[in-house]
């Protein structure tokens, strides 16, 4: 028997390679197929089953591509309706891999139709279960992703059962091999590690506490942040179909002259810059927004770009497949093209940001410039600059209706990534005095500056 997990940190997702006697099974498979079909050829193996623990939210799955490529049926549990053929496993119903058995446990409560795959060794002994976005490292799935068709408060009384019934009741040396991990919106407060034991979640997991229904339902529906908007697009994706991923790479990768790019910015098309902040603070084309390709590139995509509008790409060299490809594993497929020699054939003025280093902020905050804080609610509370505003960037286009563009601002993140994202939108909102700090909150904190928590203020 042979498990892999396929981690990939810029959607903070885990797909698994389950293999045992020759026979493969993948399950949770991101948009791109190879990775899956080229490791089972390597290992000598042939892959039998695509297994999905529900409908997606936060990408788009690669299962279809991959059913269609290997042969191989998609499984979803009980209540997944789809538009396409799949194999709806019964509660309880068992797969044979190899030596192995993967068998479906119906855990309704992230959506209805989630479920998890308990691994049994040749033995019959119960050795992991992959869990979906039922169980996570600390947390548990979100419950209100169904709006307008099922209640959060319907959904967390679902997974207070799923749960106590399927859940708690696994031996303690289970391996949980949960979908995501840290950085994830669909949990509150994911743990660092990506993977754990039955054991151990049920001693530091708030959710798997001894707790009446009633208790569970408020402590998981309580602070949860809006989902982002491209969740429901792409649960809707996953269930209908899609064109093949090759289709969309080849429609989305099309090199445009400057007299192109030009034409079609004016036309409306939103410019997407996915290099590095620390060169695109350099010189960038006006109008620009900057998602660099080094951080959690398309879920901040997802969050922030209207999923209907036409996008054109500035990337570095070499980059634009990568780009495309990412952009296609949240549902982005509008991507008119890529400027060909990116900024440096742009041949005018370039925009700039100023940067400043952390030990330059007590004087500018002296002066009266006020500091936005652009993290996440859960990093301000665990500590923030005194005298900070809080500004997250998953509402910043609402959030800025209230401050006054003609003033200055310094803006900060954790290290820099998602402040050169917020100063880019704000230029385009009408901000013109907007400072970026060097290394944020992370270099803020090493020079003497006075940090608070939540409570401190």
Same mark, same amino acid.
């Given at each position: 028997m042979y498990i892999e997990q396929l981690y990939t940190n810029c959607l903070a997702e885990a797909a698994y390679y389950i293999e045992s006697d020759g026979e493969a099974a993948i399950i949770d498979p991101l948009r791109e197929t190879a990775p899956y079909i080229e490791l089972a050829s390597k290992r000598g193996a042939k892959i039998k089953y695509v297994f999905e623990t529900h409908f997606h939210a936060d990408f788009v799955s690669g299962h279809i591509d991959l059913s269609r490529k290997v042969g191989a049926p998609i499984v979803y549990g009980p209540d997944a309706n789809t538009e396409y053929t799949v194999h709806n496993a019964k509660d309880g119903e068992e797969f044979v891999l190899g030596k192995v058995k993967i068998k479906v446990l119906h855990t309704p409560g992230h959506t209805p139709e989630s479920s998890c795959y308990l691994l049994l060794d040749k033995h019959g002994k119960q050795h992991a279960v992959f869990t979906g976005d039922t169980l996570f490292v600390g947390d548990v799935g979100r419950p209100d992703l169904l709006d307008g068709v099922m209640s959060s408060e319907t959904l967390a009384s679902m997974m207070y059962d799923s749960l106590a019934k399927k859940i708690k009741t696994l031996p303690d040396d289970v391996i949980v091999y949960p979908a995501h991990g840290p950085g994830s919106a669909c949990g509150k407060n994911i743990g660092k590690e990506t993977f754990s034991t039955i054991g151990e979640q049920k001693k530091f997991n708030y959710a798997l506490k001894d707790m009446s229904r009633e208790e569970f339902v408020e402590k998981l529906t309580e602070g949860m942040l809006p989902p982002p908007q491209y969740f429901y697009e792409d649960a809707r994706i996953n269930k209908v179909g899609y064109s093949p991923i090759e289709d969309v790479i080849r429609a989305?990768?099309?090199?445009?002259?400057?007299?192109?790019?030009?034409?079609?910015?004016?036309?409306?098309?939103?410019?997407?810059?996915?290099?590095?902040?620390?060169?695109?603070?350099?010189?960038?084309?006006?109008?620009?927004?900057?998602?660099?390709?080094?951080?959690?590139?398309?879920?901040?995509?997802?969050?922030?770009?209207?999923?209907?509008?036409?996008?054109? @790409? =500035?990337?570095?060299? +070499?980059?634009?497949? *990568?780009?495309?490809? #990412?952009?296609?594993? %949240?549902?982005? !497929?509008? $991507?008119?093209?890529? @400027? =060909?020699?990116?900024? +440096?054939?742009?041949? *005018?003025?370039?925009? #700039?940001?100023?940067? %400043?280093?952390? !030990?330059? $902020?007590?004087?500018?905050?002296?002066?009266?410039?006020?500091i936005l804080d652009v993290r996440k609610p859960g990093e301000w509370n665990a500590g923030h600059i005194k005298g900070a505003k809080l500004l997250p960037l998953a509402d910043i286009t609402k959030d800025i209706q209230n401050l006054d563009r003609k003033k200055p601002y310094i803006i900060h993140c954790g290290g820099g990534y998602r402040s050169m994202t917020a100063i880019s939108i704000m230029k385009n909102h009408g901000f013109s005095s907007l400072v970026n700090v060097c290394g944020g909150f992370d270099a803020m904190q090493g020079v003497g500056l006075d940090i608070v928590t939540a409570g401190g203020d």
């Open positions: 989305n990768t099309k090199p445009l002259t400057l007299e192109a790019f030009k034409s079609l910015v004016e036309e409306g098309a939103i410019i997407i810059d996915t290099r590095p902040a620390d060169d695109f603070e350099k010189g960038y084309i006006t109008g620009s927004v900057n998602i660099g390709l080094n951080g959690q590139f398309a879920v901040w995509v997802g969050t922030l770009i209207d999923m209907h509008k036409k996008l054109v @790409l =500035v990337t570095e060299a +070499g980059k634009e497949n *990568e780009t495309v490809l #990412r952009l296609a594993r %949240v549902g982005f !497929e509008n $991507v008119i093209g890529y @400027l =060909v020699g990116g900024v +440096g054939a742009f041949g *005018e003025q370039l925009d #700039r940001v100023n940067s %400043v280093p952390a !030990e330059h $902020v007590r004087s500018e905050m002296e002066k009266g410039t006020m």
